[in-house]
């Protein structure tokens, strides 16, 4: 056991302030991931900032329409929320597919964008990970890469992110309040997650005691036509070997305004841009649905390990957008 302090701040304020204060303090939230790094010892932290009283909870709807979620909220509750259902059905099925009921319960909005990896080699304290020890080098190269990604990594790190519901939010042009030292700024979410480039252990923007505390949704008409897919090595319980998020419009038989989102391929949740430029305007068909796929995976780079490496990703990730596109695309689809 390694002893740490642990406050119970009673603002939000108080919160960042603590943590800002301390350069190995972290936020707790509903702890899904700390606790488990706690105890792998990835996580060392002599304070811990326990922040499930000070940032709100619930959904409340903006004069727009738009629909403004608290960073306390479980995931549990938002998935199971109508409004969500209804107008972004795509954020529900991602949440959805996410761990375990249990664990939806406890997790947070706020928290679970800002979850670690899963990489074998990040949570193994005995190997060599970059993310975890900066310089240490990279385990994954030559190694277990059926996780790992296909696009924007780099010499330093092929980790993936392993959130459901971010690839989901990236799809739906959300923004993010946070709160730190400096006051308060609001971010577009693609904005959120970086590339790991050469300081791999960075997985966001944000500075050290930055606290999310609110996550919009705009009020887009296309999110209602939208849909999560994940594809996984079992049913439940299991992260993304590749996921597809997409909320499209469609007019005359031809597409109209579309976000495409993959997760399981990269280190942060992927905008597919030269997916939708291809998609943006045409008709819909299995044929320029794998146009857009293979425009979006030109510069994919798989790599090779002792598994066989992970190749196989680029062909299931365009059978996935493909299959999520003709449900979307579909006559007499509702949404």
Not at 228 to 244: E, G, M, Q, T
Not at 320 to 329: F, P, Q
Request: charged letters at 25%; one cysteine or more.
């Amino acid at each position: 056991m390694r002893p740490f302090a642990f406050d119970s701040p009673a603002t939000a304020e108080e919160a960042v302030l603590a943590v800002a204060g301390e350069p190995s303090a972290v936020f707790l939230g509903g702890g899904t991931n700390l606790v488990d790094h706690l105890k792998l010892g990835i996580a060392r932290p002599a304070r811990v900032i326990d922040v499930t009283g000070v940032t709100p909870a619930g959904i409340r709807e903006e004069d727009d329409g738009g629909l403004v979620i608290g960073a306390g909220t479980r995931n549990s509750d938002l998935a199971a929320d109508p409004r969500i259902r209804e107008r972004c059905p795509v954020l529900a099925e991602a949440l959805l597919s996410g761990a375990s009921p249990q664990l939806r319960n406890m997790a947070t909005v706020g928290g679970n964008p800002l979850q670690r990896t899963r990489c074998v080699y990040f949570q193994d304290v005995t190997t060599p990970c970059n993310k975890r020890s900066p310089g240490s080098g990279c385990s994954a190269f030559g190694g277990y890469t059926r996780h790992h990604a296909i696009l924007g990594a780099s010499d330093q790190c092929a980790a993936t992110h392993p959130s459901d519901m971010a690839v989901a939010l990236m799809a739906l042009d959300a923004h993010v309040r946070v709160v730190g030292p400096a006051g308060e700024r609001v971010l577009p979410f693609g904005e959120l997650h970086r590339s790991p480039g050469e300081h791999p252990e960075r997985d966001t923007v944000l500075d050290h005691g930055e606290l999310i505390t609110e996550i919009t949704l705009p009020p887009v008409p296309w999110s209602r036509r939208s849909a999560y897919r994940k594809v996984r090595d079992r049913a439940s319980y299991a992260f993304a070997l590749v996921s597809v998020a997409a909320a499209l419009s469609l007019s005359d038989g031809r597409i109209g305004d579309i976000r495409v989102a993959f997760g399981g391929v990269a280190h942060k949740p992927w905008r597919a841009s030269r997916a939708e430029q291809v998609l943006r305007g045409a008709r819909p068909g299995d044929d320029v649905f794998r146009s857009a796929a293979e425009a979006e995976f030109t510069d994919a780079r798989p790599l090779e390990g002792i598994d066989g490496g992970n190749a196989f990703k680029i062909p299931l990730a365009t059978r996935t957008l493909t299959a999520v596109l003709r449900h979307l695309t579909a006559e007499g689809d509702a949404r």
